[in-house]
C-alpha cells in the first residue's frame, strides 16, 4: 500500500474529432467468385530459406499469412503446409504471430549447404498476390535465427530470389509483419551507399527518455525523416508505430484526438493539440516511436518537433538506434 505517498496521475483529456486508425483486416477466406475472374492460379508454393541472421545452426519463422485476391488473406485451411525437415511446420499458419512463445513458432536445425525448404500446398487452384512474414522473435538473441534470405518458387519457377527479410525485433511493442509482393517481388540489391552519414535500416526507434519536468505524460508535435538527399521521405501509417500508441490507452481517457498518427501529419509547426501526440509515461519504461519499413531506407537525419501545448511535457532526452545500433544521445530543444 503506498500511503499516499505514490502521486495519483493527473487526468488529461483533449476533445476532438479522433482520429482514424489503419488496422489489418482480419483473416478470411477468399471468395471463390473473385478467384474466378482471375487468371495466374498457383497449386504449390516453395520457400527455401538461404540465410539466418547469425544464429548457428537453427533458422525459424513466427508465422505467415498468404495474400489473395485484393490481399484478401487465404484462409489456412484450405493449404496445407510441410517441410523437408524433422520440424513440424504446421505452426507458421496457426494465427499466433505476435508472440514471443516459443510453442506457438518455428524452429529448424539449419545447415547452409542443405537449406530448408517450407511447401505450402493448397486444396484447388487459388490467386496468390504475396506472403506475410512475421519474423522469429522468441528474444532479441534468438532473433538472430531469424530467415535474412528466401527464394520463393510458384508451381516449381522461381517468382523471387534472394528476397531479404528484416530481422525481428525481439519483443511485441508493434506489430512487426512483413509483406512480400509475389507479383512485384523485391528482391535483394546490393546498397549503393552515397558519400554521406546516412544509416540504412529497416526499423528507426525513437526512445523518449525524459521529459522537462511532468512526471505523468511526454509528447511530441511530430517527426520528419530525410534520406540522403535530404529530403523528407514519405511515411505512411504502416510505417508507424508507437508504444504506448497514446494517452487514450489509459481507462480513464477516451476519444482524444492526440493519437500517434499526428507525428507523421505534418502539422508539425501549430499550438493545436488535436495535432500533436501525447502518450503516458509506465513506470520502469521509457515511449517509444518505431518507423517501420519492408525494404532498407537510407536516413540521413530526423527532425523532432517538442511537445508544445504543455512545453513540461515535452521530450528532454531522447535516444536513436536503428538495427540494434545506437546512432546517437540527443538533447530534444524546446
Not at 498457383?42 to 547469425?54: A, D, M, P, R, T
Not at 532498407?296 to 545500433?325: L, W
Amino acid at each position: 500500500m503506498a500511503l499516499g505517498l505514490t502521486p495519483e496521475r493527473p487526468v488529461t483529456r483533449e476533445v476532438g474529432r479522433p482520429a482514424e486508425e489503419k488496422q489489418r483486416p482480419i483473416s478470411a477466406a477468399v471468395k471463390e467468385e473473385d478467384e474466378d475472374d482471375c487468371v495466374g492460379k498457383v497449386k504449390i508454393v516453395h520457400l527455401e530459406l538461404l540465410e539466418n541472421w547469425g544464429a548457428r545452426d537453427v533458422i525459424g519463422l513466427n508465422g505467415l499469412e498468404l495474400l489473395g485476391h485484393r490481399q484478401e488473406a487465404i484462409d489456412p485451411l484450405t493449404v496445407m503446409v510441410s517441410a523437408n525437415c524433422t520440424s513440424d511446420p504446421q505452426r507458421l499458419l496457426n494465427g499466433r504471430n505476435l508472440t514471443r512463445q516459443p510453442d506457438d513458432v518455428w524452429l529448424t536445425p539449419f545447415d547452409p549447404g542443405s537449406p530448408p525448404t517450407v511447401t505450402i500446398n493448397f486444396a484447388k487452384p487459388s490467386v496468390l498476390t504475396g506472403i506475410s512474414f512475421w519474423n522469429y522473435n522468441v528474444s532479441p538473441e534468438m532473433s538472430y535465427a531469424g530467415v535474412r534470405l528466401l527464394h520463393i518458387f510458384v508451381n516449381g519457377r522461381l517468382a523471387a530470389n534472394n528476397v531479404l527479410l528484416r530481422k525481428a525485433p525481439g519483443f511485441v511493442f508493434f506489430d512487426f509483419v512483413q509483406d512480400i509482393s509475389i507479383e512485384r517481388p523485391q528482391s535483394i540489391r546490393p546498397l549503393i551507399r552515397p558519400t554521406t552519414n546516412s544509416v540504412y535500416g529497416f526499423i528507426f526507434q525513437l526512445q523518449l527518455l525524459s521529459s522537462w519536468g511532468d512526471e505523468f505524460y511526454i509528447g511530441l508535435n511530430g517527426i520528419e525523416l530525410y534520406d540522403w538527399r535530404h529530403e523528407v521521405i514519405k511515411v505512411r501509417p504502416d510505417n508507424l508505430a508507437a508504444f504506448p500508441e497514446s494517452v487514450n490507452i489509459l481507462p480513464t481517457v477516451e476519444g482524444d484526438p492526440r493519437v500517434s498518427l499526428n507525428l507523421i501529419n505534418g502539422c508539425n509547426d501549430t499550438d493545436r493539440a488535436e495535432q500533436m501526440w501525447l502518450t503516458p509515461m509506465l513506470p520502469n519504461r521509457c515511449a517509444r516511436v518505431f518507423f517501420v519499413f519492408d525494404v532498407p531506407i537510407a536516413v540521413s537525419s530526423i527532425t523532432v518537433y517538442n511537445y508544445r501545448k504543455t512545453p513540461a511535457r515535452g521530450v528532454r532526452h531522447i535516444s536513436v538506434s536503428c538495427r540494434e545500433q545506437a546512432t546517437g544521445l540527443k538533447r530534444a530543444r524546446d
